[in-house]
């Protein structure tokens, strides 16, 4: 998710840059940067606000926090995915042209703006995505935070200042099913909190917040979900050595309907 964000805000920037110096508007590009700051500044400051706020609750409310972020995440993951699938392949010109209009009017202030929306929004997605993981394994969560924002910028680099070519359109295919593999995991993570949640207020559900299925794996096995190897997959695919009725449910109902969607419009001719 990290190196997938990073990625797509490094591309803008750098469609931005290139534009900038190759209409010969140079003394702009400073501008850009400082958009970039401030929004890594802005992203930064919301998951800390978000962390504070998580460490100030008690309780159920713990449960009821980490499985509403994880639905919130879910729809802000989701709607990017379906824009980039259908706008992906118009992003450079619909940039270009957005910079045009900016850049004739002399509008410092905008490009300042429209850089800091660029990265801010990549941001917002990345501190969305990750809250649920970096409250159950901080150092675990940051270490893998950082190795693929790291990745991203050496990719962007090579990409973009050593002239490597690579199809974006197929790079964010594959990427997108991947992406899509991780929210349907994200949001049976959320819908078993929620119940954790009602079970500790009282509230009954029902079947559904029966057990549908229990591994027999030990706590200290590395393939139990917080294990070694267990911990990749439960982030990679939602992986959990027990699952309730209501989890599974809404795992492979959004799996059903969101993955069938997005490889039919990749797949979907272009201009039709």
């Known amino acids: 998710m990290v190196f997938r964000e990073g990625l797509e805000a490094a591309l803008i920037i750098a469609i931005i840059l290139a534009y900038l110096v190759r209409t010969t508007r140079n003394s702009l590009t400073r501008h850009v940067w400082y958009g970039v700051y401030i929004a890594v500044a802005a992203s930064f400051i919301f998951g800390a606000s978000i962390w504070f706020v ?24 989701s709607s990017m995915i379906y824009w980039m699938a259908t706008k992906g392949k118009e992003i450079k010109i619909d940039i270009e042209r ?8 002399g509008a410092t202030i905008a490009l300042v703006s429209f850089s800091f929306i660029v990265v801010f929004r990549e941001g917002l997605e990345t501190v969305l995505f990750l809250t649920p993981f970096l409250m159950d394994d901080v150092i675990g969560t940051l270490v893998g935070a950082s190795l693929g924002a790291l990745a991203s910028f050496v990719i962007a680099y090579i990409i973009f200042v050593l002239g490597m070519r690579i199809n ?20 049976g993570y959320g819908v078993h909190e929620l119940i954790e949640y009602s079970i500790d207020v009282g509230i009954e559900v029902g079947w559904l917040s029966e ?5 027999n794996i030990p706590n200290d096995s590395p393939l139990h979900h917080k294990g ?13 050595i027990a699952a309730e009725w209501a989890r ?8 059903a309907l969101v993955l069938p969607l997005i490889i039919w419009i990749y797949r979907k001719p272009i201009g039709k």
Request: proline share 1%.
């Open 54 to 77: 998580y460490g100030s609750l008690a309780g159920p409310t713990k449960a009821l926090f980490e499985g509403i972020a994880a639905i919130i995440a879910v729809s802000v993951l």
């Open 98 to 105: 957005k910079l045009e209009t900016i850049t004739t009017r």
């Open 168 to 187: 974006i359109r197929k790079f964010f295919y594959f990427t997108s099913i991947l992406l899509v593999l991780l929210a349907g995991g994200l949001a």
């Open 211 to 215: 057990h549908a299925f229990i591994l």
């Open 228 to 240: 070694i190897v267990g911990s990749i997959f439960a982030v990679m695919f939602g992986y959990t």
């Open 248 to 255: 599974l449910m809404v795992h492979f109902t959004y799996l």
